[in-house]
């Protein structure tokens, strides 16, 4: 089974500043099928991600995904109040066919 | 945009089965998506748990495969979930989703979810 593994567990920065979330997989997995998710407290699960580097409709263009391989990552450009939640990264594949990481707390300094 | 609310029972007993439906907003039920469900403990990360495609074909967890049923009932607009023989490690958020559309696989519209405890 894959494995996927956010870094850092919780981030702490400032409005303003620019975060990077990583996500690393415990093997090579396809671009096509790698998610990144926001998720503010008391809401659902929003995506922001799909294929890697696709950003969802309505999505801001301070959010950016990169990666391929083992190693994808997520980019919030300059950061906005709204902008602090738990961020989970998701792929497709292998069983149990959809793995999400543990997630990354993005937390006001 | 499409809208999924789910329902059911917020209290089960152990040993007892859990019973769920997601209303959707439009006809999108009818149409080339996959749905899901995805479930998250308390405090804890996302847990994918089936889904299911329009044309009816299902894949399940295999951790939960054994005690899961997904369906989807196109006249009625919704989507369903029975998970049998539960536990208290199957209290949780649960929610449904609807996929994103084409090659890519996740979760673009999700419910606002319900919860669920399992308890005596």
């Known amino acids: 089974d894959i494995v996927l593994t956010q870094s850092p567990g919780t981030l702490s920065l400032s409005p303003g500043e620019r975060a990077t979330l990583s996500c690393r997989a415990s093997q090579s997995v396809s671009n096509n099928y790698f998610a990144w998710y926001q998720q503010r407290p008391g809401q659902a699960p929003r995506l922001l991600i799909y294929g890697a580097s696709n950003r969802a409709t309505g999505i801001p263009d301070r959010f950016s995904g990169s990666g391929s391989g083992t190693d994808f990552t997520l980019t919030i450009s300059r950061l906005e109040p709204e902008d602090f939640a738990v961020y989970h990264c998701q792929h497709y594949g292998s069983p149990p066919l959809y793995t999400f990481g543990q997630g990354t707390k993005l937390e006001i300094k | 945009q499409v809208q999924l609310q789910e329902s059911g029972p917020g209290l089960v007993e152990p040993s007892g089965t859990l019973s769920l439906t997601c209303a959707v907003s439009?006809?999108?039920?009818?149409?080339?998506?996959?749905w899901s469900w995805v479930r998250q403990p308390p405090g804890k990360g996302l847990e994918w748990i089936a889904e299911i495609y329009q044309s009816g074909t299902t894949n399940y967890n295999p951790s939960l495969k054994s005690r899961v049923t997904i369906a989807l009932d196109k006249s009625k607009k919704h989507l369903s979930l029975e998970l049998h023989s539960v536990t208290a490690a199957d209290t949780a958020l649960y929610y449904c989703?609807?996929?994103?559309?084409?090659?890519?696989?996740?979760?673009?519209?999700w419910g606002q979810g319900t919860l669920v405890t399992v308890s005596s």
């Open positions: 989703a609807r996929h994103i559309p084409g090659a890519y696989r996740g979760f673009a519209y």
């Open positions: 439009d006809d999108s039920i009818s149409s080339n998506y996959w």
